[in-house]
């Protein structure tokens, strides 16, 4: 089982440089979404997709675009790349079954760094 | 805003004695998760507790949830050197279950033999 699959899982940036990190689940869940880790920190929540078609701002979305291809598929854009976006990206997916609780599962990681 | 806090964010123990991981969290909410990380890799999915007095235990891990508190524990018996790792606590932010997560800063547990 694939599970979450993220890539590319290293990636070294010039600042003003653009980018697209891929995902991809086959778990068949509604709902994604793009994440960030900071060295000694938490992650915090970048965008959300609900569903095929939507998507919304998490805590930190500034400087960062998404897209929902398809069920299946949930990309994070950087337009114009700067040092402070140098972080291990976590892309997740989840089913969101109320009644028993769901799993998140996350991705590999991307290692991103911006000179 | 909801903001999570753990502690300890770094504990060293030897194999055998117990301890437990606090994470508090500032408003309501309705799910409360716990996952680990391991040096460079993803978060694995430990526990996920849905109500007030919920308990799960799994191996030596036991996490439990009081929500009038607005706290959860995740107790650790007789520490073994694999369960050595970066704990984290998590919120939900939604009204309901929106997976939309608020992660504490994590806890570093070092267990030695």
């Known amino acids: 089982n694939a599970g979450v699959t993220q890539t590319p899982k290293f990636q070294v940036l010039k600042t003003g440089q653009s980018m697209t990190l891929q995902c991809a689940q086959d778990?068949?869940?509604?709902?994604m979404y793009w994440y960030r880790q900071d060295p000694g920190m938490g992650l915090r929540l970048i965008y959300y997709?609900?569903?095929?078609?939507?998507?919304d701002k998490g805590e930190v979305p500034n400087g960062y675009n998404v897209s929902r291809l398809n069920k299946r598929e949930f990309s994070l854009r950087l337009e114009s790349a700067a040092p402070s976006q140098t972080s291990v990206y976590f892309c997740?997916?989840?089913?969101?079954?109320?009644?028993?609780?769901?799993?998140?599962?996350f991705g590999e990681g991307s290692w991103l760094t911006v000179v | 805003e909801l903001k999570v806090e753990q502690n300890p964010l770094f504990l060293s123990m030897q194999e055998g004695k117990n301890y437990t991981i606090y994470c508090n969290y500032s408003?309501?909410?309705?799910?409360l998760y716990w996952y680990r990380q391991d040096p460079g890799k993803s978060l694995e999915s430990l526990f996920v507790?849905?109500?007030?007095?919920a308990v799960k235990q799994e191996g030596r891990l036991m996490a439990s949830l009081d929500t009038k508190a607005r706290l959860s524990t995740l107790h650790i018996t007789a520490a073994v050197h694999d369960l050595s790792a970066t704990y984290f606590c998590?919120?939900?932010?939604?009204?309901?279950?929106?997976?939309?997560?608020?992660f504490g800063q994590g806890t570093t547990l070092q267990v030695k033999p």
């Open positions: 997740a997916s989840s089913a969101l079954r109320y009644i028993s609780g769901n799993t998140i599962y």
């Open positions: 778990m068949n869940h509604n709902s």
């Open positions: 997709s609900a569903s095929e078609g939507t998507t």
């Open positions: 408003t309501t909410s309705d799910r």
């Open positions: 507790l849905l109500s007030n007095g």
């Open positions: 998590a919120v939900d932010h939604g009204s309901g279950n929106t997976g939309k997560l608020i």
